[in-house]
């Protein structure tokens, strides 16, 4: 089980996060699957359990270093968020994290 950090103001991913201790409707689990995929994708391609894991390894600023359009980080996400039972308010927290918190520079 990954066990991540709290990265930047306002995400879900606090210190201590453990992905095992989630269950399907917490907003977490779409948001880090999506992150992810958006990671893996974005040039440079970037781990980004390895962001949670080890944030002292990385710049305040790192997701700036990597790029993804912007439509295609919104289609992973939408993939991500369809799997999962969330309430309005839940999906909103999920989406604002990918997309507003952690996200990478979109050109």
Same mark, same amino acid.
């Given at each position: $089980? %990954?066990?991540? =950090?709290?990265?930047? =103001?306002?995400?879900?991913?606090?210190?201590?996060?453990?992905?095992?201790?989630?269950? $399907?409707?917490?907003?977490?689990?779409?948001?880090?699957?999506?992150? %992810?995929?958006?990671?893996?994708?974005?040039?440079?391609?970037?781990?980004?359990?390895?962001?949670?894991?080890?944030?002292?390894?990385?710049?305040?600023?790192?997701?700036?270093?990597?790029?993804?359009?912007?439509?295609?980080?919104?289609?992973?996400?939408? %993939?991500?968020?369809? %799997? =999962?039972?969330?309430?309005?308010?839940?999906?909103?927290?999920?989406? $604002?994290?990918?997309?507003?918190?952690?996200?990478?520079?979109?050109?």
């Amino acid at each position: $089980m %990954k066990t991540g =950090h709290y990265l930047c =103001h306002g995400g879900l991913f606090p210190t201590g996060y453990t992905v095992g201790d989630t269950n $399907m409707t917490d907003p977490r689990i779409p948001a880090h699957d999506a992150l %992810k995929e958006i990671y893996e994708e974005a040039e440079p391609g970037l781990d980004f359990d390895d962001v949670l894991d080890n944030p002292e390894g990385y710049e305040e600023d790192w997701y700036l270093n990597h790029r993804l359009h912007a439509d295609r980080q919104e289609e992973i996400l939408e %993939k991500h968020l369809e %799997k =999962h039972d969330l309430t309005e308010r839940e999906e909103r927290q999920a989406r $604002m994290t990918v997309i507003l918190d952690y996200g990478p520079f979109s050109p």
